[in-house]
């Protein structure tokens, strides 16, 4: 995974076009057309400082928040995808499992184990990581391992 799939900063992306406050929404009053906000602090907890917006158009982004849905095992066995720190750990583990596969002591069964990846979450992030895997295997790994592509 390219640092660049997962995180493009806002600050870039609005610069010269756009004001960016990273906060967390209190309130949105859609009559008046303002929002209140407060600083998020990295422990999670946002201080009584409060401010107001006033907007033109809102847009919510929503997923900051990695959502398990109860599925057990997840938040133990996964990879998870919002920072570059993440999309490091898990380019790192892919390459790992392509190592571990290419080793001549492996069986198909072993092979086809390590070379299957398996995606929670069909949501944008999850389409996008489907997308990243695919292009990291048939366009990056098929060159060092031609062998295990029938895999």
Request: with cysteine; aromatic share 10%; charged share 30%.
């Amino acid at each position: 995974m390219e640092e660049h799939s997962v995180v493009e900063p806002v600050r870039n992306l609005v610069h010269g076009k756009a004001t960016y406050y990273e906060a967390v929404c209190k309130q949105i009053d859609s009559v008046k057309r303002e929002i209140v906000c407060s600083f998020k602090s990295e422990d999670g907890s946002s201080d009584g400082d409060s401010f107001k917006l006033p907007y033109d158009i809102l847009v919510m982004g929503v997923g900051s928040e990695t959502n398990t849905f109860g599925i057990k095992g997840v938040q133990e066995h996964c990879f998870f995808f919002k920072t570059i720190e993440d999309a490091n750990k898990l380019r790192k583990r892919i390459s790992e499992c392509f190592e571990r596969a290419a080793l001549p002591n492996m069986s198909d069964q072993e092979r086809q184990k390590l070379l299957s990846f398996v995606i929670c979450g069909g949501g944008p992030t999850g389409i996008e990581v489907a997308a990243e895997i695919h292009d990291l295997v048939f366009e990056d790994l098929k060159e060092h391992y031609p062998e295990l592509m029938k895999y």
